[in-house]
Nanobody
Framework: QVQLVESGGGSVRAGGSLRLSCAASFSRYTYDSYCMGWFRQAPGEEREGVAGIDSDGNAKYADSVKGRFTISKDNANHILYLKMNSLKPEDTAMYYC???????????????????WGQGTQVTVSS
């Protein structure tokens, strides 16, 4: 059983910051065993990978967010974070947390490789 609950979304002006959180609970494997990721989906568009982190803590980012977003895992408290700085209107989307027991580093931004998903949290950036 896997539960992922996102929080921290909201409305900000361009240039602002937000920090998303994903509280995770896993019944089978320990939290630090999981690879996790943040994905987003704007209306009418495909869900896309934003940032992923493997069980060793190696992070991967989409080109569109490199240098602005930071993904991190708090293994003690079972929380995944996404710190988003210098937000742009094009970052507006529903943001989803995802988890999988193993994902190759090169696949961390591929939604098809993740089985477990949260319900999402909305981020809206105005110009």
């Amino acid at each position: 059983q896997v539960q992922l609950v996102e929080s921290g979304g909201g409305s900000v002006r361009a240039g602002g910051s937000l920090r998303l959180s994903c509280a995770a609970s896993f019944s089978r494997y320990t939290y630090d065993s999981y690879c996790m990721g943040w994905f987003r989906q704007a209306p009418g568009e495909e869900r896309e990978g934003v940032a992923g982190i493997d069980s060793d803590g190696n992070a991967k980012y989409a080109d569109s967010v490199k240098g602005r977003f930071t993904i991190s895992k708090d293994n003690a408290n079972h929380i995944l974070y996404l710190k988003m700085n210098s937000l742009k209107p094009e970052d507006t989307a529903m943001y989803y947390c995802a988890a999988e027991i193993w994902v190759g580093y090169s696949r961390l931004l591929k939604k098809a490789d993740f089985r477990y998903w949260g319900q999402g949290t909305q981020v809206t950036v105005s110009s």
